[in-house]
């Protein structure tokens, strides 16, 4: 797909129609005896309701012959007994089927939530967030509405249409013969939908997520289009994309229009074949006036299954175009677990990066040919201008892209997402919904509350996290107990310390603290780093002069790299934003920064620049410290599969 600027979209994958009825019937195979059960029941519940002409023909049988009204009693009785029991059955019938299909539904939710989150997110920046947004909510609302309503519906419709036809050719076969004359109109209707439905419904798929990737993009930059006035242009776009969404729907309404009109055709032509057929067998007294009648009535007992199956045929094709859409991204390998043949890793692990470029959109690599070694227990700052790479290389270090060229090797292996070698905390950090000890119990779901309190004081957040109404059980997030940037902060940093990985990767994880809270966060990095390898793209340079390196970026290449003290000497780019950084600053709070301490005051160099990374917001404060001791090694353990917060933005 191509979008507005000419770029093209590289959607995740859509499932063929072969593969999408192996998906079906792999769902449905655990539940072999529920559905056996209900089919069952629906064949009896058909069954019993086909009495109904037959005895209705008796009546008409009795009044043409004049029989005393008594002759109607039992007649009339059957059939009330009839209603009972077709109603029960059909009400069994139909639970047991709801039941199938929302179990398998519930499965297919299951394997898409579980193979999107595993998704690499390179493939899906790729694929744009929109494209995953419309599988989320508008396929899985399609596919969930036609469990709920068209699968049950369908299944009785197809047993009344087989067991009907099958009760008029017990009438006389010459019924049944006159009943087929409308199944080559109604067959060629419903090829000629199907022909026209599934291409038409996939297309809306893609054109309704295009449209919603552009509303992501136009709402989720909202200030940056304001600020370079561009409401106009995207306007223009949102309505583009909208009108093209609309034709299609309205393409679709059209198509059922069609449809309708050709379905009441072959209606009207089958009755009257089976009325003439009535005639001309009550003439010659092949059969009564009754026997015709119900022939008559059972034809017309066909309009309802026969429309409700034909025109489910709308809610089906949506949906089973939606469920390709589901069974694409269920189908997508996920990224290969470099851990799991790996041995378990007992003490921080080393970082080898050699010869590494990466791009986000092919030939405008961001990275060019990096060379990086951490060795381990050590601490790295990277230091550089927004845009250097620094995102990029700590992505590529904690497994979140794999890299064009060149590899990238932690402990000997390629990293992967799942956390259990690489925890990654950045400044976007999300607070999930839900009692506070839940969002903590994510990184380690056995952890007690004890581990719970530990983890919180570690980080300094024990004591705030007491006064909330219910403490630890305080509903947070959405629509529950609001909490500030600092705070939320403090939750990555203390489900880190729970999850307990041999590397972190911290991503200017305190550069949104407010100045009261910036020293706050600095020692609950701190504490978190401490006995690990460690990853920091450094906002405020104290956090660079209390690492063991520091590595300067420029323009996706590494420029320079060394200790605080040595790229001092050196005098190079390092130098000269340390002098703008500490020249707004007293000659006490600088030379306690050189010394590996983070003076109080403000982090922004003179002239109101951002320093290393920028990012700092304004005021913003850094915690004064002592130098940083040296590591300790951690105890021999495997770490949780649990994986802290994860940026998605590219820089």
């Given at each position: ?319 089973t175009a939606g469920l390709a859409r589901l069974v694409g991204v269920v189908d997508v390998r996920a990224e290969e677990d470099a851990a799991d043949g790996a041995a378990p890793v007992t003490g921080p692990p080393g970082v080898v990066v050699s010869g590494v470029t ?294």
């Amino acid at each position: 797909m191509t979008t507005e600027d000419g770029t093209e979209r590289d959607l995740l994958p859509t499932a063929t129609p072969a593969r999408t009825r192996a998906a079906v019937r792999e769902l449905l195979r655990p539940h072999r005896v529920l559905a056996g059960a209900g089919f069952a029941v629906l064949v009896v519940a058909t069954a019993v309701g086909l009495l109904t002409q037959p005895l209705l023909g008796r009546i008409v049988d009795l009044v043409t012959r004049h029989r005393s009204p008594d002759a109607l009693t039992w007649p009339v009785l059957a059939l009330a007994g009839i209603a009972l029991v077709q109603g029960a059955s059909t009400a069994w019938g139909m639970a047991l089927v709801s039941r199938l299909g929302e179990t398998a539904l519930a499965r297919l939710r299951e394997l898409f939530v579980e193979r999107a989150l595993s998704l690499p997110l390179d493939r899906v920046e790729r694929a744009g967030s929109g494209d995953l947004n419309a599988r989320v909510t508008r396929d899985v609302s399609r596919v969930a509405e036609a469990v709920r309503t068209a699968l049950p519906e369908l299944a009785r419709s197809g047993l009344s249409i087989v067991l009907t036809l099958g009760a008029l050719a017990l009438l006389d076969w010459r019924f049944l013969v006159a009943a087929l004359v409308a199944v080559p109109v109604q067959a060629w209707t419903a090829r000629w939908y199907v022909r026209h439905a599934v291409p038409l419904y996939a297309r809306e798929r893609i054109v309704t997520g295009a449209q919603q990737q552009q509303l992501l993009d136009t709402i989720g930059g909202a200030r940056t289009v304001r600020a370079y006035g561009l409401q106009a242009e995207h306007d223009r776009r949102v309505t583009a994309r909208s009108r093209a969404a609309v034709d299609l729907t309205m393409r679709g309404v059209r198509l059922v229009l069609r449809f309708y009109g050709r379905l009441h055709v072959a209606e009207y032509l089958g009755l009257a074949a089976v009325l003439l057929t009535g005639f001309l067998l009550v003439r010659d007294d092949a059969v009564s006036v009754g026997t015709a009648t119900a022939a008559a009535l059972y034809f017309h007992s066909l309009f309802t299954p026969v429309n409700t199956a034909l025109v489910l045929l709308d809610d089906a094709q949506s949906a089973t175009a939606g469920l390709a859409r589901l069974v694409g991204v269920v189908d997508v390998r996920a990224e290969e677990d470099a851990a799991d043949g790996a041995a378990p890793v007992t003490g921080p692990p080393g970082v080898v990066v050699s010869g590494v470029t990466h791009a986000y959109v092919p030939g405008r690599p961001v990275l060019h040919g990096v060379d990086l070694e951490v060795r381990p227990g050590e601490r790295v700052a990277l230091v550089g201008a927004s845009g250097a790479g620094k995102t990029t290389l700590a992505k590529l270090v904690a497994g979140l892209h794999r890299a064009e060229s060149g590899s990238v090797l932690v402990g000997g292996a390629e990293p992967d997402a799942s956390g259990r070698l690489v925890g990654l905390v950045t400044q976007e950090v999300h607070v999930f919904a839900g009692p506070l000890a839940e969002d903590l119990r994510l990184a380690r779901p056995d952890a007690d509350e004890a581990e719970l309190r530990e983890a919180l004081a570690a980080v300094g957040a024990l004591e705030w996290v007491e006064r909330l109404p219910e403490g630890l059980d305080t509903v947070v997030g959405e629509g529950g107990h609001r909490l500030t940037t600092d705070r939320a902060q403090q939750l990555a940093l203390a489900r880190l310390l729970l999850a307990d990985p041999p590397l972190v990767v911290l991503d200017e994880a305190t550069a949104e603290a407010g100045s009261s809270g910036a020293r706050v966060l600095d020692e609950a990095a701190e504490r978190a780093l401490r006995g690990r390898t460690a990853l920091v793209v450094a906002h405020r340079l104290g956090q660079a002069a209390a690492a063991d390196r520091v590595v300067v970026m420029d323009a996706g290449r590494i420029v320079e790299q060394g200790t605080h003290e040595e790229l001092l000497a050196a005098g190079g780019a390092y130098a000269t934003l340390w002098r703008a950084w500490s020249g707004s600053r007293s000659p006490g709070e600088s030379v306690r920064a050189a010394e590996g301490g983070v003076p109080a005051g403000d982090a922004t160099p003179a002239g109101g620049g951002t320093p290393a990374g920028g990012n700092t917001p304004a005021g913003g404060r850094v915690p004064a410290a002592k130098s940083r001791p040296a590591p300790v090694p951690p105890p021999s353990s495997t770490p949780s599969p649990a994986q802290p917060e994860i940026s998605e933005a590219p820089r």
